[in-house]
C-alpha cells in the first residue's frame, strides 16, 4: 500500500489544526469527493480523512459549547440572585 498525499490534504497531526483549518480541509476533501474520477484507494483515504477531520471540528464545537455554558453560569451566578432579592 502506498501512502497518497494528494488524498489527504494537509495530512499531519490533526491535534494541531485549528477549527478553520480542519473546516478548510474538510471542504476540499468533500469537493475532491464530489468532483469523482478518484481511485478506490483514493477515494477510501479521502473519506477517512474527511471522517476525522469532521470529527476535529465536532470537538472544537463542543469545546466551545462548554466554554459558553461555563462562562454563562458563572454570569448567572454572580448577579442575577443578588438582583432578584432586591427587587
Known amino acids: 500500500m502506498t501512502e497518497n ?5 494537509g495530512a499531519g497531526s490533526l491535534d494541531s489544526l485549528s477549527y478553520e483549518e480542519a473546516r ?3 471542504v ?5 469527493l464530489e468532483a469523482g474520477g478518484a ?4 477515494s477510501l483515504a479521502l473519506w477517512e480523512r474527511g471522517e476525522a477531520l ?3 471540528c465536532e470537538d ?10 461555563t ?3 458563572a454570569g448567572n451566578d ?5 438582583g432578584a432579592d432586591q427587587q
Open 28 to 32: 476540499a476533501v468533500v469537493s475532491r
Open 78 to 82: 454572580g448577579g442575577t440572585s443578588a
Open 60 to 69: 472544537w464545537l463542543e469545546g466551545a459549547r462548554k466554554r459558553l455554558a
Open 5 to 9: 498525499n494528494a488524498a489527504s490534504p
Open 54 to 56: 469532521a470529527k476535529r
Open 39 to 42: 481511485s478506490l484507494e483514493e
Open 71 to 73: 462562562a454563562r453560569d
Open 24 to 26: 478548510e480541509q474538510l
